[in-house]
Structures are given as C-alpha cells and as structure tokens.
C-alpha cells in the first residue's frame, strides 16, 4: 500500500497519457463520448499478464523498477474498478441521475469491499486456505462467484466483484491460487477471444490497419512516458526508467473485455476492429520490443 500511495502522482499521469489517445481518436471519428470512453479505457490499461512475463522471462523481477512498474499496474486494476461502472451505466443508456446512482452504488460497494480486503484479509485467507489443493479451487471459485453475483445484484459490473476478491488475497496463498486458476483462465480467455472474434468482421480490420497503427505507435510513446516518469520519482537511474516503460507497452485480453462489451452495448461497429487490430499490435510488439532493447539498456547500465 505504501508503494501504491507513494506512485499515486504516476499513476494519474498514466491515466491521462494513455486514456486520452484512445478518447479523442473515437471523438475525431465521430463516434461520440460512448465510444470515446470505452476507446479510452482500451488504450489506457496495459496488460499485466504479458508485462508479468516480460519481466520474468528477461530477468528483471529483482531490478529496482520492477515495484514501480507493478503499483501502476495495481493502479490501473483499481481505475478499471471504478471505470467499468462508469461504462456500463453509459453503455446501458442510463439517465445522469440514474447514472450517477450506479456509479455511487459501484463506488461504494468497491469501497466496503477494499476496506475488508485490507482489513481482514487475513481471515478471508484463513477462511479460503486448505491444504487440499481441490478444496482451495473451489473455495476461490466459490468466493468469486458469491462476490460477482452480489455486486452485479447492486449494478456493479460482476467482473468487478470478482477482482476484488483477487486483491483480498494475498501472500503464498495468492500463489497458490495463480497456480490453480492458470488452466481455467487461459481456457476461458481462449473462448472469449473466439467469442470477440465472431463479433469482429474481417473485412472491417483491414481498412482499420493505419489507423490501429498510428495508434499503437502514440501509445508505445505515452506509455514509454509514463514509465520514465514513474522510475524518474523513485530515483532509478535511465536503464531502469526505460525497462519501466518499455514493460509496460503491451495490451492483452483486458483491453479486449472493454471492446466486447462496447460492441455488445453498440457503442460503434468499427469500435471492435479497431480495437482488435490495436490490440494484436500492441500484444506482439510489447515483449518483442523489450527482448530488442535489451542489449541496449544492458549497455546503458553498464556505462551509468
């Protein structure tokens, strides 16, 4: 939580570098402030599954960047916490009041559940913990499908609820339940990818190709930009403020979500293609550029 409060300047400056290019590149197309949000929250969150694999398949878990790198992912899944809310209301077509009824209900709920996430995680972990590694599975599950369900009951988005119950747990159990739920997310990711592919015309994706370009190439600079930055205020030296940035380029499955739910709540037929191609990009180019630069900011650290 320190290192959360301490990168909270970061944080914001991520959530207007990399939400804005999404926004006004929906606004400048005309497909009005609907689309503009969800193309803002597409560009805005990095993909903390790929990042998590580029720092470790290069080595750079223990260098000093690495916590900054990982309280702006945490920043971003708690800015996603609040913005889902926000989306489904305007996707939804709600009223202001109506709105802003939502939105309250959303932020007080994640409010109420941070609060015992913090508070007494302990014992939700003692409650899930089991030496019985089937018994913790479906605990977890359990738990998250308790959770989703009562948040989506108080117009909270259900994915929301279920995130929440991630950040409760901590520790050596966190691992242990990573290690559990790997096989079922990579299997659900891989049916929801199929699903968004079937929403998503092919012959749309190719006319969008320039255009998912130029915004992935705004996006690598914004989010480079935003890693210096950040290692910048924790006193990394230039090597470490690169790596920062660098790792924090890619956009995965989550930037997806956004764009399935915008195109199912018809915020714009060419929000999907656009989407996915800026995605693929972005998802490629990410681990292939830090593995390029590598020798480069090897050289840089050796010359600091």
Not at 8 to 30: F, H, R, S, T, Y
Not at 36 to 60: E, F, N, Q, R
Request: charged fraction near 10%; proline fraction near 5%; glycine fraction near 10%.
């Amino acid at each position: 939580m320190t290192s959360l409060k301490s990168n909270a300047p970061a944080g914001l400056v991520d959530l207007v570098l990399n939400a804005a290019p999404g926004a006004i590149c929906a606004l400048l197309l005309g497909w009005g402030p609907v689309a503009a949000v969800a193309m803002a929250g597409v560009t805005y969150a990095t993909s903390s599954g790929i990042t998590a694999k580029v720092l470790s398949d290069l080595g750079w878990i223990g260098n000093r960047e690495t916590p900054v790198v990982l309280s702006l992912l945490v920043f971003e899944d708690l800015t996603m916490a609040v913005y889902l809310p926000v989306l489904t209301a305007m996707l939804a077509g709600l009223s202001f009041a109506g709105g802003a009824v939502t939105v309250g209900i959303a932020l007080a709920t994640v409010s109420v559940v941070l609060l015992v996430a913090l508070r007494f995680g302990r014992f939700i972990e003692a409650f899930v913990s089991s030496p019985n590694s089937e018994v913790l599975l479906l605990k977890v599950v359990g738990l998250a499908l308790l959770v989703a369900g009562a948040a989506q009951q108080l117009q909270v988005s259900a994915a929301v609820g279920a995130f929440l119950v991630g950040i409760a747990l901590s520790g050596e159990l966190a691992h242990e339940t990573q290690a559990l739920l790997a096989p079922l997310r990579d299997l659900f990711a891989a049916v929801f990818f199929v699903f968004f592919g079937l929403q998503t015309d092919p012959a749309k994706i190719l006319p969008m190709a320039g255009l998912a370009v130029l915004l992935a190439l705004v996006s690598m600079v914004t989010k480079l930009l935003t890693g210096v930055y950040a290692a910048r205020r924790a006193g990394i030296g230039k090597a470490g403020r690169a790596r920062a940035g660098i790792a924090l380029i890619p956009r995965g499955e989550f930037n997806i979500v956004i764009a399935g739910l915008a195109v199912t709540g018809g915020a714009h037929p060419d929000l999907g293609p656009l989407a996915a191609a800026y995605v693929l990009i972005l998802a490629a180019f990410g681990p292939l550029a830090a593995r390029l630069v590598q020798p480069f900011i090897t050289a840089i650290a050796k010359r600091a």
